[in-house]
């Protein structure tokens, strides 16, 4: 079992920057891929940003695009979410999703095998 636990959520002014991780945990053996997910209230899940095991391969949603960044840091097992330039819109539950794995990409929090339980992301006006 894999265990995932996200952290650094919180409320932020529009304009501000909030970084998250997301921490693996348990029997983590061989390459995987990242994402995060966020879901706002009333709304479906959407896909935010992915990594690959190569960390050069990274994805974004066009919403984030040049604002937000992922990262990771293999040897703590952690991903990151640099989230910069905050806007009331990026309001939602903040998750990370991992996939076993180091090459294809997916977009679909259904199609990871792990999930965390999520952060809080609240920017106010």
């Known amino acids: 079992q894999v265990q995932l636990v996200e952290s650094g959520g919180g409320l932020v002014q529009a304009g501000g920057s909030l970084r998250l991780s997301c921490a693996a945990s348990?029997?983590?053996?061989?390459?995987?891929?990242v994402a995060w997910f966020r879901q706002a209230p009333g709304k479906e899940r959407e896909f935010v940003a992915v990594?690959?095991?190569?960390?050069?391969?990274?994805y974004y949603a066009d919403s984030v695009k040049g604002r937000f960044t992922i990262s990771r840091d293999n040897t703590k097992n952690t991903v990151y979410l640099q989230m910069n330039s905050l806007k009331p819109e990026d309001t939602a539950v903040y998750s990370c999703?991992?996939?076993w794995g180091g090459g294809t990409i997916y977009y679909k929090s259904s199609e990871y095998d792990y999930r965390g339980q999520g952060t809080q992301v609240t920017v106010s006006s």
């Open positions: 990594i690959a095991w190569s960390a050069g391969t990274t």
């Open positions: 999703a991992l996939k």
């Open positions: 348990g029997r983590i053996f061989g390459r995987y891929t």
